[in-house]
């Protein structure tokens, strides 16, 4: 599955070991402009909202920084930083915007304040404007979609059509959404600042989740539309390699880096002909060794930390699967052992259901189903997907046809529908 | 600093304690509210804090006609209504939901956190 056509992707996966990507040299046309402009988009937002206060405020005069990029970089040619000119521009015109507007004396004067050369103060256990802003973006007070659109749009760069079309709501209701979490910031005081060391952890898994979301979206989309989307893990890519970056000593922000990339590095694999491939079948010389390389130095470097978490585990099973040179070569009794440590923080049935599919490859698919059966999911098209798959194993074919037509039925992934709807077909002819 | 409304929300229909089981959970949620109470003004939180009497006791008025038209009962006919409220100073809304844990716990009721606009 290439990537789908977008004017402007924001980041591939990226291999740097730099928790920030670096800028490319930028050419002077707009569509390159533009492109820098977002790579920067959460940098200089965040700073200004760090000087200011005021999101709104933020992005109105990183919006005419840009048009003063735009007529003025093919002309004079693009500055040697183009981040920190567009920091710095956008800067001037938030000053510029605060005197055209007078009401906002009190914010003038904080901006003067800035001019003085003065120190802005710093709270909280790490200083970093993107950080502030993410945790902002990511508070307990916000709605979980609130938190996912907020970060795309404020630290991702995204547009608010952009973050509509990747979570297929229409543009209005998205809109509203992200103005009303802003509003709620405003009014509310939510504090622009990364949470005491008390309360670091706690904050820190609502960032992790959001982040997560934004990728499970983007690995697996819930709508009808591309069944892959590549902007989306890219950037939840790109957002939790800053987060890691800026707290390599949270194990857990280094274990979601390390799943996602792991993730990601099969997803060459994973679609084929607009068809899912299951991980068993998939061609592991598609994979993407590099990425694979990199993110097993990730899950080495966090359990020596021997703080184990959710996005740890997790990341370890997908490091056991990208270990092994075939399917038949993986080490089962490793993934089951994995699961069982994940049920013992998480006594999910999702967590429970993924267990079982890993112990139909060590005892066999009764015992599996057996587990599965149990399971309340009846909602699930995962659950139906892996009853089917066992009840096919068992050679209980009209059992499976039904499991089968009842996963179909759950999911609207089109490469999802087409896989059950191939496996169905062979059974049935 | 911001000004916070820590609403307490409980069931409209109260018992002979309350929205509490017993006379002890009603004396030991009052004893624990008292505490909180006492704690916000040493900390500089304080502004003002009561208890409501029951939604059966309301009166709407609606003034916006010609004549006043006054009517028993409650505005929203709901199950469950605000039974008091805390009005706190805070520098922001973390420190508010923080006061608002405290408090929930002390009175054995949610709590709403809703920013003040402005105070007269």
């Not at chain 1, 789908?4 to 990226?14: E, L, M, T, Y």
């Not at chain 1, 050679?395 to 046809?401: G, I, L, N, S």
């Not at chain 2, 420190?95 to 608002?100: G, S």
């Amino acid at each position: 599955m290439r990537r789908q056509g977008r004017s402007a992707p924001i980041s591939g996966p990226c291999l740097s070991p730099q928790p920030v990507p670096q800028p490319r040299p930028v050419q002077n046309d707009t569509s390159a402009i533009e492109r820098v402009f977002r790579e920067q988009y959460g940098r200089v937002i965040a700073s200004l909202v760090r000087r200011f206060g005021d999101i709104d405020l933020a992005e109105e005069a990183a919006g005419e920084a840009l048009l003063t990029a735009i007529q003025r970089w093919p002309e004079q040619g693009a500055p040697p930083n183009p981040g920190g000119w567009l920091t710095t521009t956008a800067g001037n015109r938030a000053v510029d915007i605060i005197r055209r507007e007078r009401r906002r004396e009190a914010k003038h004067q904080a901006a003067n304040m800035i001019y003085d050369d003065t120190a802005a103060p710093t709270v909280g256990a790490v200083e970093d404007d993107r950080l502030r802003l993410l945790f902002t973006c990511c508070h307990p007070a916000l709605s979980p979609e609130a938190r996912v659109a907020l970060t795309l749009r404020l630290l991702g760069g995204l547009t608010v059509p952009e973050i509509a079309q990747a979570f297929l709501v229409p543009e209005t209701t998205m809109g509203q959404r992200i103005t009303r979490a802003k509003k709620k910031i405003a009014a509310a005081r939510v504090p622009y600042r990364v949470p005491e060391t008390a309360d670091l952890p706690e904050r820190l898994g609502g960032v992790l989740a959001a982040l997560f979301l934004i990728f499970n979206e983007g690995y697996l989309s819930t709508g009808g539309g591309a069944p892959i989307r590549a902007e989306l893990t890219g950037e939840a890519i790109r957002l939790a390699r800053i987060l890691h970056g800026i707290l390599p000593g949270e194990p857990e922000a280094t274990g979601l880096l390390a799943l996602m990339m792991l993730i990601e590095a099969r997803r060459e694999a994973r679609v084929v002909d607009e068809r899912l491939v299951p991980l068993h079948d998939q061609n592991r010389a598609d994979w993407d060794h590099e990425l694979i390389a990199a993110g097993h130095d990730l899950v080495r470097g966090c359990l020596a930390i021997n703080r184990p978490g959710r996005y740890q585990i997790l990341a370890a099973i997908n490091a056991v699967h990208t270990d092994a040179p075939s399917s038949a070569e993986t080490d089962w009794p490793q993934i089951v052992a994995l699961y069982d440590q994940l049920a013992a923080l998480d006594p999910s049935p999702i967590v429970a259901l993924n267990r079982a599919v890993a112990l139909a490859e060590l005892d066999g698919p009764t015992v599996a189903l057996a587990v599965i059966d149990r399971l309340p999911l009846g909602q699930y098209h995962a659950w139906h997907a892996a009853r089917a798959d066992l009840l096919r194993r068992l050679r209980r074919d009209a059992e499976a046809v039904e499991s089968y037509n009842a996963a179909i039925a759950a999911t609207a992934n089109s490469a999802e529908r087409a896989y059950l709807a191939a496996r169905r077909d062979e059974l049935t002819e | 600093m911001t000004h916070y409304l820590l609403s307490v929300h409980g069931p409209t229909e109260m018992g002979e304690y309350g929205n509490y089981g017993s006379k002890e959970e009603m004396e030991a949620a009052f004893a624990a509210t008292g505490v909180f109470n006492d704690t916000l003004r040493e900390r500089g939180y304080w502004v003002f804090a009561g208890g409501l009497e029951s939604a059966s006791t309301a009166t709407v008025v609606d003034g916006r006609g010609g004549a006043p038209v006054m009517t028993d009962g409650p505005y929203l006919e709901t199950k469950e209504v605000i039974g008091g409220f805390w009005v706190i100073e805070a520098p922001d809304l973390d420190v508010a939901l923080k006061l608002a844990a405290e408090g929930s716990k002390a009175c054995g009721g949610k709590v709403e956190v809703r920013p003040f606009q402005g105070l007269a």
